[in-house]
C-alpha cells in the first residue's frame, strides 16, 4: 500500500523555524524525485522545492532560497523541508509529492498546514 504522510506543521511566530517531514512506505522511495509544494488559501499550489532521487541536486523557488532546505534520507525513506525565517506570506498547507524518473508515477500526501503568525 502506497502512502506518503506529511508531518511537522503548526503554528510559528514569525521569524521562527519549523521542519517538514515526508515519510513514504509501500514503493521505493530511492527511485523517486521529491517536491515540495504548498497552497495557501484563494491560490494556486506552488512549488517550494525539488530534490533529485538520490538527493545530489536541489531547486528552490525564488521565494524560499536562502530560508529553506530540501533533503531527503533514503535510508528512512523520508524527506524534509527545514523552513527557517518563516513569514505570514510563508502560511499555507504544505504537500509532498514523490515522482519516479519517467514522470509517469506520482503519489501525493495529504498536506500539513504551517501559519505564520504572532
Known amino acids: 500500500q502506497v502512502q506518503v504522510v506529511e508531518s511537522g506543521g503548526g503554528l510559528v511566530q514569525p521569524g521562527g523555524s519549523l521542519r517538514l517531514s515526508c515519510a513514504a512506505s509501500?514503493?521505493?522511495?530511492?527511485?523517486?524525485?521529491m517536491t515540495w509544494y504548498r497552497q495557501a488559501p484563494g491560490k494556486e499550489r506552488e512549488l517550494v522545492a525539488v530534490?533529485?532521487?538520490?538527493?545530489?541536486?536541489?531547486y528552490y523557488a525564488d521565494s524560499t532560497k536562502g530560508r529553506f532546505t530540501i533533503s531527503r534520507d533514503n535510508a528512512k525513506n523520508t524527506g524534509y523541508l527545514q523552513m527557517n525565517s518563516l513569514k505570514a506570506e510563508d502560511t499555507a498547507v504544505y504537500y509532498c509529492?514523490?515522482?519516479?524518473?519517467?514522470?509517469?508515477?506520482?503519489?501525493w500526501g495529504q498536506g500539513t498546514q504551517v501559519t505564520v503568525s504572532s
Open positions: 509529492n514523490v515522482r519516479d524518473t519517467t514522470g509517469a508515477v506520482a503519489y
Open positions: 530534490i533529485s532521487s538520490g538527493g545530489k541536486s536541489t
Open positions: 509501500g514503493f521505493t522511495f530511492s527511485h523517486y524525485a
